[in-house]
C-alpha cells in the first residue's frame, strides 16, 4: 500500500473516531461538568467527511421530498432537535419507543399529541443505514434535520458539528421537568434556559423558531378566557376566540407566525411588537421585565441578519448540550430502539 494510502486511512481513522484527547479544542461551551458526560465534546462539522461523506446529502434528499408533501414538517423537525437536547443532552433520547426497558419520552407533556416527524427520522436513518451501515448516529441525524429543515424554509445555515452518539436511556421525567411550558414567566424560561448552559440571547434567538410551524388551541387557551391577556392586540385576540373556543376544540391549530408560516424570517419578531405573539412564551420575551429580551426582540424585528447570525450561533450551542461521545453511548441502528 502506497504512503498516500496509508495516511489517508490514519485521517479517515482520526475522523471516524471520536477523540477527546484535545479537550479545549472543538464545541464544547455547551456541556455539563459533572454529569458524567464530557463537558469537551470533541464534535467536529468533518465527523463523516471520511465515513459517510453523502450523509448531509442524503438527509436533505429525504427532507426536500418530505417538506415538499408536509410543509410543516419542517418546523416539527426543528423542534424534535430541541425536545431532544433539552433533555439529557442531544443524544437521541426522544426518538425511543416504549419496550421493557425503555419509558419513551413521547409520552410526556410537552410532546403527547404534540411532537411528530419521526417516520421522516426513520426515513433518513433506513437510507443512511444502507449507505454507511453503523455510522451515523440517530442524535447527529436530529441536528441535520433540524439545520436542512431551517435552510429548506429560506433561513441560516451553519456549519454543524457533529459525531453525537445515541443514548440506551430515556427519560420521561427529565422531559416533564426540563421543556419549558408556553405558560412560562420570562423569569422561568431564562431559568429552563440557563440551566441548559443557554442564556438570553439563545433564548430570544431560538424562540425565533417559532417564525415556522403551528401551536394547538390548548397550549394558548389559557390567554384567552377568565382573564384575558391585556398584551394580546384586540383584533388578533378576536380571531384566536374563533379558532380556540373556551370548551373543546384544544386540538385546532393556529399558526406561531401567521403572515408567513412557512417562510423563517424575523416576522415572529414584528408580530411580537404588534402584541401578536401567539404563545405567552413567545409575548414575556417583549412584556416581561427583563430588559435584554425586550431589546433582543427589537433588534431582531429590525434587522434579519442579525437574528440569522445570532440564530445559527445559539443553534451550534443548543445542538452541544451534553453529546455522549468517545465510547459513550452507542450508534443506534434502529432511532426507536437501543442495539
Ligand atoms: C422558549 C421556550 C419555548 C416554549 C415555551 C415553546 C413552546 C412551544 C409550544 C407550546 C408549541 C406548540 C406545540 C403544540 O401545540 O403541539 C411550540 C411549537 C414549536 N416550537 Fe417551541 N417553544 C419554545 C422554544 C422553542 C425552541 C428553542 C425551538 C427550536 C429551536 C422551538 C421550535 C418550535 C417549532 C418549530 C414549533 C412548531 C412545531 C410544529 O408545527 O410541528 N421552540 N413550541
Redesign the pocket.
Known amino acids: 500500500m502506497s504512503s498516500i494510502k496509508i495516511s489517508l486511512l490514519v485521517i479517515a481513522f482520526l475522523a471516524a473516531t471520536p477523540s477527546q484527547a484535545h479537550p479545549g479544542l472543538g464545541f464544547g461551551w455547551g456541556g455539563h461538568p459533572g454529569n458524567g458526560r464530557s463537558p469537551f465534546a470533541a464534535l467536529s462539522p468533518d465527523f463523516y467527511q471520511f465515513s459517510c461523506p453523502q450523509a448531509n446529502d442524503i438527509v436533505m434528499s429525504v427532507l426536500e421530498k418530505a417538506i415538499a408533501k408536509d410543509p410543516?414538517m419542517a418546523?416539527?423537525l426543528?423542534?424534535l432537535?430541541?425536545h431532544d437536547c433539552f433533555v439529557q443532552g442531544c443524544d437521541a433520547s426522544i426518538l425511543l419507543d416504549d419496550s421493557a426497558t425503555i419509558t419513551s419520552e413521547k409520552n410526556s407533556g410537552p410532546n403527547k399529541?404534540?411532537v411528530?416527524g419521526f417516520e421522516v427520522i426513520d426515513e433518513i436513518k433506513s437510507k443512511l443505514e444502507e449507505a454507511c451501515p453503523g455510522t451515523v448516529s440517530c442524535a447527529d441525524i436530529l441536528a441535520l434535520a433540524a439545520r436542512g429543515s431551517t435552510v429548506l424554509r429560506g433561513g441560516p445555515s451553519w456549519e454543524l458539528p457533529l459525531g453525537r452518539r445515541d443514548s440506551t436511556t430515556a427519560s420521561l421525567s427529565g422531559s416533564n421537568r426540563n421543556i419549558?411550558?408556553?405558560n412560562?414567566t420570562i423569569g422561568n424560561?431564562v431559568t429552563?434556559?440557563k440551566r441548559q448552559g443557554l442564556d438570553e440571547v439563545d433564548?430570544v434567538a431560538?424562540?425565533g423558531?417559532?417564525t415556522?410551524?403551528?401551536?394547538?388551541c390548548?397550549?394558548f387557551k389559557q390567554r384567552l378566557y377568565n382573564q384575558p391577556d391585556e398584551t394580546l392586540e384586540k383584533s388578533f385576540y378576536f380571531g384566536l376566540k374563533t379558532v380556540c373556543p373556551q370548551s373543546g376544540g384544544d386540538n385546532n391549530?393556529s399558526p406561531?407566525d401567521f403572515p408567513s408560516p412557512t417562510t423563517f424570517d424575523n416576522s415572529y419578531f414584528n408580530l411580537i411588537l404588534w402584541g401578536k405573539g401567539l404563545?405567552n412564551?413567545d409575548q414575556v420575551l417583549l412584556s416581561g421585565t427583563v430588559k435584554e429580551t425586550q431589546q433582543l426582540v427589537k433588534q431582531y424585528a429590525q434587522d434579519n441578519t442579525l437574528f440569522y447570525n445570532h440564530f445559527a450561533k445559539s443553534?451550534i450551542k443548543?445542538g452541544n448540550i451534553s453529546p455522549l461521545t468517545g465510547s459513550n453511548g452507542q450508534v443506534r441502528k434502529n432511532c426507536r430502539r437501543v442495539n
Open positions: 410543516r418546523a416539527s426543528l423542534r432537535h430541541f399529541n404534540s411528530r419549558p411550558p408556553p412560562s424560561l429552563f434556559f433564548l431560538l424562540s423558531a417559532h415556522i410551524g403551528v401551536a394547538r390548548v397550549t391549530i406561531l404563545l412564551s443553534m443548543m
